[in-house]
């Protein structure tokens, strides 16, 4: 299961967790809000499938990948692949999304790279001076070019580097704040106390997720709301206090560990049951 707290009928989980006949035995969520929500509607629908809070390792595998990285790499990265050269400068970086072939450029996502442009043109416009002015980078989502973002970045003559072959937690790592249009790398990039913030349009609601709704990532849908949220995130010092993940009732980390032990109780049990049967798998 994702981090979305909102129980939405015809998505992946809640139609698998609801199936007649059952295809489910147990159910792994991510966070304390999402079990609670998941055991709710399958009382309601009188299923047996368990319901349990497992974490995501992926929040855990982001904060290793920056600890197993030295200084020295992540310095060089910032330097060289984002091209700052002043180190007192805030580099603002969005993660790609995905967006819909068929209606370039007007999608909700290349809305919101429109927006993240347009407030890069206004920050360089206004002068280069702190504390209004950044950096600002792009990376693609995995699997995909960059060339529809980049014809947008030309198109509002926006001056934004795009950067490919660094992996997602070093570049949240390096940088002073990620902004994604609804993507998990914004909860993933709080683990290594980078803030971040998600863009959207105003015809378009905001996503329903654990950190959003404990106050973690505040939602912009213009480019107005985006510069006050980043003069506010630059006030507080461009940090996320880790620490206060707790509140989203996510295993920060012990997910791993919740998974194996699990498992190994599903596995003994199973070997018990065969063993009574004198059938044991082969």
Request: aromatic fraction near 8%; charge should be neutral; hydrophobic fraction near 35%.
């Amino acid at each position: 299961d994702g981090f979305a707290t909102n129980w939405e009928a015809g998505d992946y989980g809640p139609k698998a967790a609801t199936r007649s006949p059952p295809v489910l035995d147990e159910i792994w969520t991510t966070a304390d809000v999402i079990t609670k929500t998941y055991r709710q509607h399958i009382r309601h629908r009188h299923e047996t499938a368990k319901v349990r809070t497992m974490g995501s390792p992926t929040l855990r595998s982001w904060e290793t990948e920056v600890k197993s990285t030295n200084e020295t790499e992540l310095i060089r990265i910032r330097k060289e692949i984002l091209k700052v050269k002043d180190s007192n400068t805030p580099v603002v970086h969005m993660y790609g999304g995905y967006d819909d072939p068929g209606r370039f450029p007007a999608t909700p996502y290349l809305d919101t790279v429109r927006e993240f442009a347009r407030a890069t043109k206004i920050v360089a416009q206004n002068g280069a001076s702190p504390p209004s002015h950044f950096v600002a980078t792009f990376s693609p989502h995995p699997g995909r070019d960059s060339e529809k973002e980049k014809a947008v970045f030309q198109m509002e003559g926006a001056n934004v580097t795009i950067v490919k072959n660094v992996e997602s937690p070093l570049l949240a790592r390096v940088v002073n704040l990620t902004v994604s249009h609804f993507s998990t790398c914004g909860i993933q990039s709080l683990v290594v106390g980078t803030p971040h913030v998600y863009l959207s349009t105003p015809d378009m609601a905001s996503w329903e997720n654990v950190a959003s709704d404990v106050g973690f990532i505040n939602t912009c849908t213009n480019t107005t709301q985006f510069l006050q949220e980043f003069s506010r995130i630059r006030r507080a010092g461009f940090w996320f206090d880790v620490s206060r993940f707790n509140r989203t009732g996510i295993p920060l980390n012990t997910s791993r560990e919740l998974m194996l032990e699990r498992v190994n109780e599903i596995l003994r049990a199973m070997h018990g049951r065969y063993s009574n049967d004198n059938m044991m798998p082969t």
